[in-house]
């Protein structure tokens, strides 16, 4: 195999005949496969999961729930032969790019779990060719570039790092449900470990994304991702802790919400019953890993003699924000408790209708979803739960049916089913008219004039007498 200096392997990206390599054939990864397939790159996806390799190389994409497009461009890309998918890493050695989309999650002390990550740069290792660009977009913390990826590579493949391969880091930016149209049409953050290494992977990326594509560094990068869904969660928390602030005090966070964002700059998000997915709730985690560092501080007050002190850095507001939201279904469980004891019931031996149990309004999936933690807490509390999603084929059903019988509802998920649900209807099946809006449904000032035992995050009980 010849050594392909960097300018060399920017044509064969330009002129698409730069053979890829996608590992790991989630739903990044296999829509990024496909992506590049499509433009007319011949796609070779690495996937550990055999039943997986075997659905794709038939043309059937796994991609469970609503993804527009994604599994008609599977089928033909497959059909054509431009895309394929293996378990075998020696198919890597042909390949002039290598994407690297496999799961960062983390684990019970929120700390990075890479296994999947170390076994695909092991499993690459010792196959890298020179003359190879190797991008990792899976979601990082911040300097785990440089400090594991970019080391583990040298070690195994006994390469030159930005001599004999290539590497950067962008991160992806799809969101599911869109998965085809985020990655075509949302900016990404292209990090090289050298600035000609980010040049090419623009050249590369500019095949599928519309969108800017802004060069820079590997660190910048990873914070980048890391930093951006941690503003989410924490301006999700401070909408959260808003609600709580309401009901202390007897106002409606709803009410409130609505007139802070007339106020010039401001967008506060929506309180609810919790933050689910598989971004916002670990990305903020991956981003204060191992942050907590000794930083001189410089103090003016006189009395210390020393003004140069040494204090640990480590960073409360986005921890904080995690416990907030974290903590909302057990809020939710609360005011269920509260409900119940105004008709003289109890947790322990009611039965509970739980509306919704995907993380995200009109989805299926319920990767650390608020109501598996709402669950927990109520069966803890000896109720018995029954569950409904109309997305989720364990769940559906026709709600009424589902609710018959139940002493008491709780809405979970927004989901567009629940908007148009009659309470009138749900009270006809209920044992009693209580429900606890997580998610602002209902009209809460409504239902308790028309006799409701109904609470909601962020709606104090004053706030909602006629
Ligand atoms: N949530 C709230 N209040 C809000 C917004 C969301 O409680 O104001 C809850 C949702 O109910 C859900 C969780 O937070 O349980 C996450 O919701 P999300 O809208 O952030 O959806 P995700 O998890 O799909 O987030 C993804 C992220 N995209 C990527 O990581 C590439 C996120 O950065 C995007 O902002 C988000 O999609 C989006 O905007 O759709």
Redesign the pocket.
């Known amino acids: 195999m010849i050594d392909l200096s960097l300018q060399d392997l920017q044509q064969m990206i330009e002129d698409q005949t730069a053979p890829i390599a996608v590992i790991g054939l989630g739903y990044v990864g296999l829509s990024v496969a496909c992506e590049f397939a499509r433009i007319g790159f011949q796609v070779i996806g690495i996937e550990q999961r055999q039943e997986r390799v075997a659905q794709i190389n038939q043309g059937l994409s796994p991609i469970t729930g609503e993804e527009p497009g994604l599994a008609e461009l599977l089928a033909s890309m497959i059909a054509s032969g431009r895309l394929r998918a293996s378990t075998d890493y020696h198919e890597l050695t042909n390949c002039r790019v290598i994407l690297i989309a496999v799961e960062t999650p983390i684990d019970e002390f929120n700390r990075p779990e890479y296994l999947a990550l170390r076994r695909a740069l092991l499993g690459m290792g010792a196959l890298l060719q020179p003359g190879t660009l190797v991008i990792v977009e899976s979601?990082l913390s911040p300097g785990s570039m440089q400090k594991m990826v970019a080391p583990l590579l040298v070690e195994t493949s006994g390469l030159t790092l930005s001599r004999d391969f290539f590497l950067g880091y962008c991160?992806?930016?799809?969101?599911?449900?869109?998965l085809l149209s985020?990655l075509r049409s949302?900016s990404r953050a292209v990090g090289g470990m050298t600035t000609e290494t980010a040049q090419v992977m623009a050249t590369l990326y500019r095949h599928i994304v519309l969108a800017d594509l802004d060069l820079t560094d590997c660190i910048t990068a990873e914070l980048v991702?890391t930093v951006?869904?941690a503003y989410?969660?924490v301006?999700?928390a401070f909408?959260?802790e808003a609600a709580l602030i309401c009901e202390a005090v007897g106002g409606d966070v709803w009410k409130v919400r609505q007139l802070v964002n007339k106020s010039p700059f401001r967008q506060m998000?929506?309180?609810?019953?919790?933050?689910?997915?598989?971004?916002?709730?670990k990305?903020p985690w991956l981003l204060v890993d191992g942050v907590s560092r000794v930083t001189s501080g410089i103090h003016a007050d006189e009395k210390l003699a020393d003004s140069r002190l040494e204090e640990e850095f480590s960073p409360t507001l986005i921890p904080s924000a995690r416990r907030i939201?974290d903590n909302?279904p057990m809020h939710v469980a609360s005011l269920l408790a509260q409900s119940l004891a105004e008709a003289g019931l109890s947790l322990k031996g009611a039965q509970i209708l739980i509306l919704g149990f995907a993380?995200?309004?009109d989805?299926d999936?319920t990767r650390?979803?608020?109501s598996a933690s709402l669950v927990e807490v109520l069966q803890d509390h000896g109720a018995k739960v029954i569950i409904h999603d109309p997305y989720i084929q364990q769940f559906q059903g026709e709600v009424l049916a589902r609710a018959a019988g139940c002493d008491a509802a709780v809405i979970m998920?927004?989901h567009s089913p629940y908007l148009a649900l009659d309470p009138q209807d749900l009270r006809s099946v209920l044992h009693w008219p209580i429900l606890v809006d997580g998610?602002h449904v209902f009209d809460g000032p409504a239902l308790r004039k028309a006799g409701w035992i109904y609470r909601a995050v962020g709606q104090s009980l004053e706030s909602m007498q006629a």
């Open positions: 979601t991160p992806e930016r799809v969101m599911p449900g869109k985020n949302v991702k951006e869904n989410r969660d301006q999700i909408a959260n998000h929506l309180p609810g019953a919790g933050v689910g997915g598989h971004c916002i709730p990305d939201n909302m993380y995200l309004e989805s999936d650390n979803s608020p998920v927004s998610r």
